[in-house]
């Protein structure tokens, strides 16, 4: 991409974003700013959708895929390497927490399915 398209690709989406902002104030309503506790959520919640722990919202049913999940799991664990330091001590646990979680709910899924059940 032409580095001029780049810039005003890049000014455009600040703007549109301030505008946003804008509107939501001018209705009173809340502009819900992306963080990174917001983040781990949805990665959480799309992991427990493939752990067929929640429903999927496009079928809704529940199903599991491990290798799906298994692959959000991993994508948590980088994030967590890479922010290493970087996060406040709320971050960093619910973090920690969540990776905690939904490796276990994994293991026990992972055996019942090595076992046959």
């Given at each position: 991409?032409?580095?001029?398209?780049?810039?005003?690709?890049?000014?455009?989406?600040?703007?549109q974003?301030?505008?946003?902002?804008?509107?939501?104030?001018?209705?009173?309503?809340?502009?819900?700013?992306?963080?990174?506790?917001?983040?781990?959520?949805?990665?959480?919640?799309?992991?427990?959708?493939?752990?067929g722990?929640?429903?999927?919202?496009?079928?809704?049913?529940?199903?599991?895929?491990?290798?799906?999940?298994?692959?959000?799991?991993?994508?948590?664990?980088?994030?967590?390497?890479?922010?290493?330091?970087?996060?406040?001590?709320?971050?960093?646990?619910?973090?920690?927490?969540?990776?905690?979680?939904?490796?276990?709910?994994?293991?026990?899924?992972?055996?019942?399915?090595?076992?046959?059940?």
């Amino acid at each position: 991409m032409n580095e001029d398209v780049k810039k005003k690709v890049d000014e455009n989406w600040k703007n549109q974003i301030e505008k946003e902002k804008e509107d939501s104030q001018e209705r009173n309503q809340e502009f819900h700013q992306p963080n990174f506790t917001v983040l781990v959520s949805s990665l959480s919640m799309q992991a427990m959708i493939s752990l067929g722990k929640l429903e999927n919202p496009l079928t809704n049913k529940k199903e599991e895929n491990l290798e799906q999940a298994r692959f959000l799991i991993d994508t948590l664990d980088i994030l967590k390497e890479k922010t290493k330091g970087n996060l406040t001590g709320e971050e960093t646990v619910f973090l920690d927490d969540s990776l905690y979680h939904l490796r276990l709910i994994y293991v026990e899924k992972k055996n019942l399915k090595d076992k046959g059940l």
